[in-house]
C-alpha cells in the first residue's frame, strides 16, 4: 500500500487467523467443500490439532470464538477464487499482484505459474520473511512467485514493482487487495488505486475488498451487533484496529477520484 507512512502492523495475526480458516475449510468432505488450499496448515499455530479433531470440531472451536467469520472468509476466499480464474482464462490477464500478500498462496492454490501467469506478491519485509521461512517448510511445493518486500514507510509499491524484471507495467493485471483496506488510512487506499493506475496495462482489474461503515454506528444491520463488535475488538487487541471503512456509495466516486478504474459490481 503505497505511501509513506506505516500503513500496517508488523504482525501475522490476521494472516494467520484467515488460514486456519482455509484450513479446516479444506478438512471438510470433498462435496461440501467450498475452497481447497493444502498449504493454509502450514501458516499457524495448532494445525496438527485441527487435523486430529478434523473439520466440524475445527469449525466448531472457530465459531464460538467468531461467529460467522468462517463463513465470510471462506466465501470472499472463494469469490476472489473465482475471479482470478476468469481474469486468467477468460479476460487474458497475465499477471496477479497480490497487495499485502500475507499467507495468501493463490499463486500455488490454482497452479497460475502452469497458466503462464505471473504472479507477485508485495507485502512488510518483516511479515514476508516471515513467510518465506513457512514456505521453505512446504515439501514438493512449487510456488514461481515473484516476492515484492516493499517498506510502506518510505517505499513506493508502483516504483518497487517496476524494479522486478519480470513485471510488465503495460500488462493486463489483475491486482487483489484482500482483507486490507481496513487497516489502512483513507489517503492511502486513494493513493494505492493511483499508483497501481500507472503501472497496469488496458483492462486490468482491481479487487478489494471493504468493511461496510454502518459497522461503527449500526452494526445490528451487519449482524449481532455483539459479534460484529467482538471481531473489530479481537483485531485491536493483536496490534491490527480497523480504522477505515466505506458505504457502499462511496466506491464509484472513490475510483473515479483517484484512477482509471470504475467500479463494475460491488
Not at 501475522?12 to 488460514?19: E, H, L, P
Not at 473439520?55 to 465459531?63: S, V
Not at 499508483?195 to 483492462?203: F, Y
Request: glycine residues 8%.
Amino acid at each position: 500500500v503505497p505511501g509513506r507512512r506505516p500503513c500496517r502492523a508488523m504482525s501475522d495475526s490476521t494472516a494467520a487467523g484467515v488460514a486456519k480458516a482455509r484450513h479446516i475449510e479444506s478438512l471438510a468432505p470433498e462435496a461440501t467443500r467450498i475452497i481447497d488450499d493444502p498449504y493454509a496448515q502450514y501458516f499457524y499455530f495448532g494445525a496438527s490439532l485441527v487435523n486430529l479433531v478434523g473439520h466440524g470440531a475445527g469449525l466448531w472451536l472457530f465459531d464460538m470464538l467468531m461467529p460467522g467469520a468462517h463463513e465470510m472468509l471462506i466465501a470472499r476466499t472463494r469469490c476472489i477464487d473465482d475471479l482470478v480464474m476468469q481474469e486468467a482464462h477468460e479476460n487474458g490477464a497475465c499477471q496477479v499482484v497480490l497487495l499485502g500478500a500475507g499467507y495468501d498462496m493463490r499463486g500455488a492454490r490454482l497452479k497460475l505459474g502452469e497458466k503462464k501467469v505471473k504472479v507477485f506478491e508485495v507485502d512488510q519485509p518483516a511479515v514476508q520473511s516471515r513467510k518465506r521461512e513457512k514456505v521453505a517448510a512446504i515439501p514438493n511445493l512449487s510456488n514461481p512467485v515473484h516476492f515484492v518486500p516493499v517498506d510502506f514507510a518510505s517505499q513506493r509499491v508502483d516504483e518497487e514493482l517496476e524494479k522486478v524484471a519480470d513485471y510488465d507495467p503495460k500488462a493486463k493485471t489483475l491486482i487483489i487487495l484482500e482483507g486490507v483496506s481496513q487497516y489502512i488510512p483513507a489517503e492511502a487506499m486513494l493513493t494505492t488505486l493511483k499508483a497501481m493506475d500507472g503501472v497496469t496495462g488496458p483492462g486490468s482489474c482491481f479487487f478489494f475488498s471493504y468493511v461496510d461503515e454502518r459497522i461503527q454506528r449500526e452494526p445490528a444491520q451487519l449482524g449481532d451487533a455483539k459479534t460484529v463488535q467482538k471481531i473489530m475488538s479481537m483485531a485491536a487487541s493483536v496490534g491490527e484496529p480497523w480504522i477505515n471503512f466505506y458505504a457502499q456509495s462511496e466506491i464509484a466516486g472513490l475510483l473515479e477520484a483517484s484512477s482509471k478504474f470504475r467500479r463494475v459490481s460491488d
